[in-house]
T-cell receptor, first 111, second 115 residues
Framework: QQQVKQSPQSLIVQKGGISIINCAYE??????FPWYQQFPGKGPALLIA?????SEKKEGRFTISFNKSAKQFSLHIMDSQPGDSATYFC??????????FGEGTQLTVNP | GAGVSQSPSNKVTEKGKDVELRCDPI?????LYWYRQSLGQGLEFLIY????????KSGLPSDRFSAERTGGSVSTLTIQRTQQEDSAVYLC?????????????FGNGTRLTVT
């Protein structure tokens, strides 16, 4: 029940395209859903996060869509750029619990 | 504002040796986490500290792994009698508090290679 399942494992998009990464969870107690971005040789960094009381959150080119009934959430990267090439992790937690991370998606944006 | 600092950045050790990995969290952050990231894999939780105590050490894979935190600041992860399967990047993160929604600030990790 603590698992967060992420797909796809890898994703290649063209510059200017939309990148979409999906996550699904089982634990309905989860109340915090962040996305982290990791560049090679660096630690993950918080990109954007959402709570289940809203269905969408947008920050610049990055949007989280949240479907509480389906227990799914996704990250959309609009106008994808080569500089967005990185590994993206979804995660979830509840109360004071630790973050449980998805398996990661390696995104490549071709120029 | 320095971030989370981890040392060493790389460590190569022989199977059976003990290793110590160090984490200096952001000043004032009370929560500290250790995660492990194997090649191409996600982040595996190891242990969580609130202050100097470890209320959740459920992710430590075996009794060869231990960790401590002193002065509510620096933490050390110790792996005894290292095995090849211990090879991974060990990431430390700190957070202002434990509450859900408190962002984790990660260091750049220690890449451990056991030969």
């Amino acid at each position: 029940q603590q698992q967060v399942k992420q797909s796809p494992q890898s994703l290649i998009v063209q510059k200017g395209g939309i990148s979409i990464i999906n996550c699904a969870y089982e634990n309905t107690a989860f109340d915090y859903f962040p996305w982290y971005q990791q560049f090679p040789g660096k630690g993950p960094a918080l990109l954007i996060a959402i709570r289940p009381d809203v269905s969408e959150k947008k920050e610049g080119r990055f949007t989280i869509s949240f479907n509480k009934s389906a227990k799914q959430f996704s990250l959309h990267i609009m106008d994808s750029q080569p500089g967005d090439s990185a590994t993206y992790f979804c995660a979830a937690s509840w109360g004071g619990s630790r973050l449980t991370f998805g398996e990661g998606t390696q995104l490549t944006v071709n120029p | 504002g320095a971030g989370v600092s981890q040392s060493p950045s790389n460590k190569v050790t022989e199977k059976g040796k003990d290793v110590e990995l160090r984490c200096d969290p952001i000043s004032g952050h009370t929560a500290l986490y250790w995660y492990r990231q194997s090649l191409g894999q996600g982040l595996e939780f190891l242990i969580y500290f609130q202050g100097n105590s470890a209320p959740d050490k459920s992710g430590l894979p075996s009794d060869r792994f231990s960790a401590e935190r002193t002065g509510g600041s620096v933490s050390t992860l110790t792996i005894q009698r290292t095995q090849q399967e211990d090879s991974a990047v060990y990431l430390c993160a700190s957070s202002p508090d434990r509450g859900s929604g408190s962002p984790l600030h990660f260091g750049n990790g220690t890449r451990l290679t056991v030969t």
